[in-house]
């Protein structure tokens, strides 16, 4: 009898643990794709409307905000600052 009860709250709880893991992997791969990008060359006179076209070409959905750009990309947004001289081309971070 008590078998019968535990049995499908392993099954429900396997599953949603299921779940978030495939979230968390599908977050990680699209901050690795957008890593791949930015860290793919380099051009220190990028402006942040150059780098929201170089995104929005690569079909990301980026838009030029004073002098960074705000990536929306799996209901997350990214700041990023272009950074002249530094490695890759921007620096980035979470916003929300």
Do not use: W
Request: proline share 5%; charged share 20%.
């Amino acid at each position: 009898m008590i078998y019968e009860t535990v049995r499908p709250r392993r099954i429900i709880l396997t599953l949603i643990l299921t779940g978030l893991l495939l979230s968390a992997c599908a977050s990680a791969e699209d901050s690795s794709k957008i890593n791949q990008i930015i860290f793919s060359f380099e051009d220190p006179r990028m402006t942040a409307e150059d780098l929201a076209f170089y995104l929005v070409s690569h079909n990301y959905d980026a838009k030029p905000v004073g002098g960074y750009v705000e990536l929306q990309e799996s209901g997350k947004t990214y700041k990023l600052i272009p950074n002249g001289d530094n490695p890759g081309l921007c620096d980035f971070s979470l916003l929300k």
